[in-house]
């Protein structure tokens, strides 16, 4: 029996420009919409419109006010939810079932994934933690929590008995395994079902058949999904072993039949080393996993493996949710995931697809599941490599997220709908790909160990903000990492891209091609001695400087054009002003090619260095290209010293004729102390001569030549520091050099 409730109508607000996630809403009528071929917009015909979608299982409603306009990007979506409607899936409020309370038997960043989305459904939580996750953030966010143990993982984590208990204390009526610890483990779900609550996950039945890897190559064999060629046989004796390799040829792979991970995985090369390296990996194996079967697979030297994301419900329906790519691993560990797959055409991505859901239905799965399948990347062939159990796998499987930001479907609110016993949202051809998705781990680890797993204390915890990256953590700034628990997983960031063409036409790049558009006629002002427009054309290039930086980082308009254009103003900006104040006489012309000579040895270091990072063939048109990735050239704490100590030079030389004139005296000592510091001893005497010049010429005397002198002198030590920390920027790192 299924302890579960009939979901519960709320009131909430009306919602004028609805997010691309929508949140649960109650449903209502629905009425017309139209395609607006004018503006190709999509927009509302009567005072209101409220479309239903089924998301999660769940009916959402949003409420529109006539007029409102939406973008094409929203037109997919909301074609559907009317297609949704219209074939009579909305309407069955009344049917849809919900859990009220379930305990989550699991830690960390996927206890936090899961009771985010309990809360949005109105479900509450129940965490478990030991003594020493006490203070964890999985435990705060639930509703209740309760220790069940010290933490060693055999006496926690891993306590079906405890869980099962505390499960029923609480009154939860599900439970979910999240991944790692219990979630692979068929006596857990069985145990659970017999305790008559449910288990958030694939059926015991489902887990038993996937726990060997010739069993369920056989299943998905029969079923027509291809296998990578190889000896998937019960007979593990030598000569049969070795007849299989020579008919399958080298190079191979051993793999346990109960293994994962790649933990005991064996590559052969040659027939001389097969016999020894069969008796290595049966004795790992049987060490790890209590059973030494073997099988043998083709070993492909430049692999690609792409997997499917698969849902399936207990009325025989099932979907795929498209491709992610995740080839770049560590230690047989996926580290980076990318979705959707580039570089796969789209039948071949279809046929996947098909694959896929061919394999969920070989074998009754019930949920969501990930088929994994290996390429060969020369010949472009796929095989069927395993099927990971999606939140109940032995491995760690953090993926989802990459295609929750790719379809704007909540897949942990579709594994809990599932478990409720609701049919799946959305039929195939309503599931949208409306984006594109990447993700990385952050591990705790220890660089000076070859970076090998590390614990301690998360010292410093930085999110980033207004930026279209989705961070998922189970930690906080203060929290430990612990040795006891694998993998030490703290937290996982994802990014979406908007597009993968990025647009020029911004309000960045255009304010950074109007400050190189101002550098002339600031030139013209400066030498034509127009010292009110210099100044105010100065003033507005560095407040357009300001603008656009801020724009570019609140409203995610930062560009590749923009990341070359910003550098380039300011450049420009510059030396237009060391140029034509050189020129009037009023800088000293030492100090002036002393400043060019910085900006552009650095700006051509950062070219080059930027340039030789691109991959193969290096060219101009490759460079600009925003889709080619490349190496980031980001300023040093020192450069940023230097180059405001320079604005701050230009902008009081540019300053100084609209003030009284004692403003000019430190300008030009400080214009001086900046000459004669980098020669010898009798340049600085020419120029302590032309200072008199000066100073007799503007008829302007200090009180005392001792108040002159010991500002001079003070002022030549700062430049001393100054030259000293050119000379430090000009010897860091080649990678830390600034535009």
Avoid at 393 to 410: A, Q, S, W
Wanted: contains cysteine; glycine residues 6%; proline residues 6%.
């Amino acid at each position: 029996m299924r302890a579960v409730s009939q979901s519960q109508t709320k009131s909430f607000p009306r919602l004028i420009h609805p997010p691309l996630h929508p949140d649960i809403y109650p449903t209502t009528s629905i009425r017309r919409a139209i395609l607006s071929p004018k503006h190709r917009y999509f927009t509302t015909v009567r005072s209101f419109l409220e479309i239903r979608t089924c998301i999660g299982g769940y009916l959402t409603t949003r409420d529109y006010v006539r007029g409102t306009i939406w973008e094409q990007r929203h037109l997919t979506s909301l074609t559907q939810n009317v297609n949704l409607v219209s074939e009579g899936i909305v309407g069955k409020e009344k049917e849809q079932k919900r859990f009220d309370k379930i305990l989550i038997a699991n830690r960390g960043e996927i206890a936090c994934r899961i009771i985010r989305t309990c809360r949005k459904m109105g479900i509450k939580t129940v965490a478990v933690y030991t003594e020493i996750d006490n203070e964890r953030l999985h435990v705060k966010l639930a509703d209740e929590g309760y220790c069940i143990g010290t933490s060693p993982s055999t006496e926690s984590y891993l306590c079906i008995d405890r869980i099962i208990q505390i499960a029923h204390d609480t009154g939860a009526q599900g439970i979910h395994p999240g991944y790692g610890f219990l979630s692979g483990s068929s006596v857990f779900a069985e145990k659970v079902r017999e305790a008559g609550l449910v288990y958030i996950g694939p059926p015991p039945e489902v887990i038993r058949s996937m726990r060997s890897k010739r069993e369920i190559k056989e299943i998905m064999l029969a079923a027509g999904v291809p296998c990578v060629p190889g000896y998937h046989g019960a007979a593990q004796d030598m000569p049969t072993l070795k007849l299989a390799a020579e008919k399958i040829g080298f190079p191979l792979v051993i793999k346990p039949t109960h293994g994962n991970g790649g933990k005991g995985m064996r590559i052969v090369r040659s027939l001389d080393a097969f016999e020894d390296q069969v008796r290595s990996a049966k004795r790992e194996a049987i060490k790890r996993f209590g059973n030494d079967e073997v099988l043998l697979e083709r070993w492909f030297e430049k692999p690609r493996l792409v997997e499917v994301q698969v849902f399936g419900d207990e009325f025989g329906d099932y979907v795929s949710l498209w491709e992610r790519d995740c080839t770049v691993q560590r230690y047989h560990q996926k580290i980076i995931e990318e979705a959707p797959a580039q570089g796969l055409s789209t039948e071949l991505k279809r046929d996947l697809a098909a694959k896929s859901v061919a394999a969920a239905k070989a074998i009754n799965y019930v949920g969501a599941g990930t088929v994994e399948f290996i390429m060969d990347a020369p010949t472009g062939e796929y095989f069927f490599l395993e099927i990971i159990l999606h939140g109940s796998g032995t491995r760690i499987d953090i993926r989802h997220p990459v295609t929750e930001m790719m379809t704007g479907i909540d897949l942990v609110q579709w594994q809990l709908s599932i478990a409720a016993g609701n049919p799946l949202p959305l039929k195939q051809d309503q599931i949208p790909c409306i984006g594109h998705a990447s993700e990385a781990r952050i591990y705790a680890e220890k660089p000076e160990s070859g970076f090998l797993p590390d614990a301690g204390k998360l010292t410093y915890f930085s999110r980033p903000s207004h930026t279209p990256h989705r961070l998922k953590t189970g930690s906080m700034e203060g929290d430990g990492v612990f040795s006891k628990y694998d993998p030490m997983t703290i937290t996982k960031a994802k990014e979406e891209p908007p597009e993968l063409r990025e647009s020029p036409y911004t309000i960045p790049n255009a304010l950074t091609l109007a400050r190189i558009a101002a550098c002339p006629f600031l030139g013209y002002a400066i030498i034509h001695q127009e010292h009110i427009w210099s100044l105010g054309i100065l003033v507005v290039s560095g407040l357009s400087d300001w603008l656009d930086g801020w724009i570019a980082r609140h409203y995610n308009s930062k560009s590749v054009l923009g990341s070359i254009l910003d550098p380039a103003a300011d450049k420009a900006l510059m030396t237009t002003l060391v140029g034509t104040l050189a020129w009037a006489g009023r800088l000293p012309l030492p100090l002036a090619l002393l400043i060019f000579g910085r900006d552009l040895s650095l700006s051509i270091s950062a070219f080059y260095f930027r340039f030789i990072s691109l991959p193969k063939p290096r060219t101009l048109q490759r460079y600009f290209d925003p889709s080619i990735p490349s190496a980031e050239v980001k300023p040093t704490q020192i450069s940023k010293v230097n180059t405001a100590l320079q604005l701050i030079l230009m902008g009081l030389t540019v300053l100084a004729p609209l003030l009284p004139m004692e403003i000019e005296i430190p300008v030009m000592i400080l214009q001086q102390v900046f000459s004669t510091c980098p020669w010898n001893h009798s340049d600085a005497k020419q120029m302590d001569s032309s200072w008199d010049d000066y100073m007799e010429r503007v008829q302007l005397r200090w009180k005392t030549w001792g108040t002159y002198t010991s500002t001079t002198e003070m002022m030549r030590l700062w430049w001393r520091l100054f030259a000293l920390l050119l000379k430090l920027n000009f010897r860091t790192k080649p990678k830390l050099l600034v535009l």
